[in-house]
Structures are given as structure tokens and as C-alpha cells.
């Protein structure tokens, strides 16, 4: 894995070969960080054709109501639309609770655009949600 990002909110790393890029969330942080973390990603990630996301969100307490409209109505839809994207977060039970990752893969499958380009799902381990990109 190839480091792209590292910064005190989060780890950035990609694996080109597999089409792989992860985002590891070291600790909580405010829209900002949150945002500016995604748009580099989101450059590298359009910039090297990765497809496969793997979000490990344990460490993000949670996700703001406008933080989650952000990443699916603006952030989302500059994704190159000539490949299909998937996206595995993992979570713990709390984050579950707080619902901000199952919101936006709600908000995803209720955008018909959006739906046809990506796909969501939501685990509790690394593992499931890495045999889930494979």
C-alpha cells in the first residue's frame, strides 16, 4: 500500500493493482478535517481509477447530518461516472447506533444516479467488509 494522505484525523493508503484505496480514521473530527480528508482522497482516487473504498469509521464517533448530505450530494457524484464504485464501512456497534453510516447508504440507494455508480454496504469488521471488495 502506497501512503497518499496521513494527517492527525486520518490515514490515507492505496493499493493501484487492486483498484483498493483505504481510509482509516485515527480519531473524531470537525467538518472540515472530515472534508478535506475525502477531497484528497476523492483527487487520488479519480486521478489513479481506484473503485474499491475500505472506510474504517470505528474511531469517528460519528458523521454530521451535513457532513453526510455533503459527502453524498456533492462529494459522491465527482467520482469518475465511467467506473462503479464500492464502498465498505466498517463500523463499531455505537457507530451502528448513531446511524450517520447507514444513513448515507440509505441516501445512495435513493439516488437513482448515485445507485447505478455505487454501491454501500456496512460492516462490524475489517474482514467481512474486505472479503465484501473482493
Same mark, same amino acid.
Given at each position: 500500500?502506497?501512503?497518499?494522505?496521513?494527517? &492527525?484525523? &486520518? /490515514?490515507?493508503?492505496?493499493?493501484?493493482?487492486?483498484?483498493?484505496?483505504?481510509?482509516?480514521? %485515527?480519531?473524531?473530527?470537525?467538518?472540515?478535517?472530515?472534508?478535506?480528508?475525502? *477531497?484528497?482522497?476523492?483527487?487520488?482516487? !479519480?486521478?489513479?481509477? &481506484? /473503485?474499491?473504498? =475500505?472506510?474504517?469509521?470505528?474511531?469517528?464517533?460519528?458523521? %454530521?447530518?451535513?457532513?453526510? !448530505?455533503?459527502?453524498?450530494?456533492?462529494? %459522491?457524484?465527482?467520482?469518475?461516472?465511467? =467506473?462503479?464504485? *464500492?464502498?465498505?464501512?466498517?463500523?463499531?456497534?455505537?457507530?451502528?447506533? =448513531?446511524?450517520?453510516?447507514?444513513?448515507?447508504?440509505?441516501?445512495?440507494?435513493?439516488?437513482?444516479?448515485?445507485?447505478?455508480?455505487?454501491?454501500?454496504?456496512?460492516?462490524?469488521?475489517?474482514?467481512?467488509?474486505?472479503?465484501? =471488495?473482493?
Amino acid at each position: 500500500m502506497a501512503h497518499i494522505l496521513q494527517s &492527525a484525523y &486520518a /490515514t490515507v493508503a492505496a493499493d493501484e493493482e487492486n483498484e483498493l484505496v483505504e481510509v482509516i480514521w %485515527l480519531r473524531h473530527c470537525e467538518e472540515e478535517e472530515f472534508r478535506e480528508v475525502l *477531497r484528497e482522497t476523492v483527487r487520488h482516487v !479519480n486521478a489513479q481509477g &481506484a /473503485t474499491k473504498w =475500505l472506510c474504517d469509521m470505528k474511531r469517528l464517533q460519528y458523521v %454530521l447530518l451535513g457532513d453526510q !448530505n455533503w459527502l453524498v450530494r456533492e462529494l %459522491l457524484p465527482t467520482l469518475d461516472p465511467a =467506473l462503479r464504485h *464500492r464502498f465498505a464501512y466498517v463500523v463499531t456497534r455505537s457507530n451502528l447506533e =448513531l446511524m450517520s453510516s447507514l444513513r448515507v447508504h440509505e441516501l445512495v440507494r435513493e439516488d437513482p444516479a448515485l445507485r447505478r455508480r455505487l454501491e454501500v454496504e456496512v460492516f462490524l469488521g475489517r474482514e467481512k467488509a474486505t472479503e465484501w =471488495l473482493a
